[in-house]
């Protein structure tokens, strides 16, 4: 049993931030590769992020030098800081564990993510 809980969201301004976390409970490890994605109005999910120890991250080419991909093990914790925000990056954020190039785990609680022009 997995639990994944996203929060941080709200509505920004282009050009503004925002920090989103993650809580992760159940049967995740440390191993596994976290990873941050979204879901704009009327289209698939999206990977935004991934990462392994919190401290090497990969990323859509979209967010690259905007979004920076964070864990915490002992907090159990995956954050996303989002920077220079843009409309287009709107949508309702979620977080799982990324495996054989895809989310591994039913979508969680995901949070929402709007930004105004």
């Known amino acids: 049993q997995v639990r994944l809980v996203a929060s941080g969201g709200g509505l920004v301004q282009a050009g503004g931030s925002l920090r989103l976390s993650c809580a992760v409970s159940g049967s995740i490890f440390d191993s596994d590769v976290m990873a941050w994605y979204r879901q704009a109005p009327g289209k698939q999910h999206e990977l935004v992020a991934m990462?392994?120890?919190?401290?090497?991250?990969e990323y859509a080419d979209s967010v690259k030098g905007r979004f920076t991909i964070s864990r915490d093990s002992a907090k159990r914790t995956v954050d996303l800081q989002m920077n220079s925000l843009k409309p287009e990056d709107t949508g309702v954020y979620y977080c799982?564990?990324?495996?054989?190039?895809?989310?591994?785990?039913?979508w969680g609680q995901g949070t929402q993510v709007t930004v105004s022009s």
């Open positions: 799982n564990v990324h495996g054989d190039n895809r989310p591994l785990w039913p």
């Open positions: 990462t392994i120890s919190g401290t090497y991250g």
